[in-house]
């Protein structure tokens, strides 16, 4: 029997929230009813797809783990952002009690052969990893780790809703998010360190600066 592992991420992006990097450990065959099933990257799917296929996912897998990186962990880092990601790779692998045979990673890094380095500063990893671009489209395995990753971050959108209102989608492109920070921006949920957070509080400073004049 062949044991192989997705892993992707969900909420690398956006200015509110955290990133989630889950990882999905399936048998070989169980690949095929994945792909029958329509299990892909998760951003091609709606809300409530991604919700009936992580049932059927778990229902598959042998394990599965998640990782959320919190906004004060992102935004008090002393590397780049793939090499956060690379460290959180490895704590994720080191979760994992069943043998791994192949890791499939959707790459994050120009080049998989740097990505996989750096992951292998962190772990000792023995099994065969392949890490390519949109391996999510590619890769069932992937597809579904992707799914995993977004549907956990969308439950912490809805908690935070629950507690602050309505959020949008919580990338800087969405006037709903923008809407959001202006009057949130020092709530912990947001990551300080993203130029659309740095961009506001300046404005809100120097708003300040001329209502002294």
Not at 24 to 50: F, I, N, Q, T
Not at 115 to 122: A, E, S, T, V, W
């Amino acid at each position: 029997m062949k044991y192989i592992l997705g892993i992707d991420e969900a909420g690398r992006g956006p200015v509110v929230g955290p990133m989630v990097i889950a990882g999905v450990l399936l048998e070989k065959a169980s690949e095929r009813k994945l792909k029958r099933l329509g299990v892909r990257d998760s951003k091609m799917l709606s809300p409530a797809r991604r919700r009936e296929l992580r049932k059927k996912i778990l229902d598959e897998a042998v394990e599965f783990h998640c990782i959320s990186i919190s906004p004060h962990r992102i935004d008090s880092r002393k590397v780049s952002l793939n090499e956060l990601e690379a460290q959180v790779i490895a704590e994720l692998l080191k979760k994992f009690r069943h043998r791994i045979d192949h890791i499939y990673i959707d790459l994050p890094d120009p080049s998989a052969e740097s990505f996989i380095n750096r992951i292998k500063k962190y772990i000792d990893v023995k099994s065969k990893i392949t890490a390519e671009h949109k391996a999510d489209l590619k890769y069932p395995v992937v597809g579904a780790a992707s799914i995993i990753a977004k549907t956990e971050r969308d439950k912490r959108i809805k908690e935070y809703e629950k507690k602050y209102g309505k959020i949008g989608s919580g990338y800087p492109s969405d006037p709903r998010t923008i809407k959001f920070l202006k009057k949130n921006i020092n709530l912990p949920i947001i990551r300080k360190s993203w130029s659309t957070t740095q961009r506001l509080k300046e404005k809100g400073r120097q708003r300040k600066i001329e209502d002294w004049f």
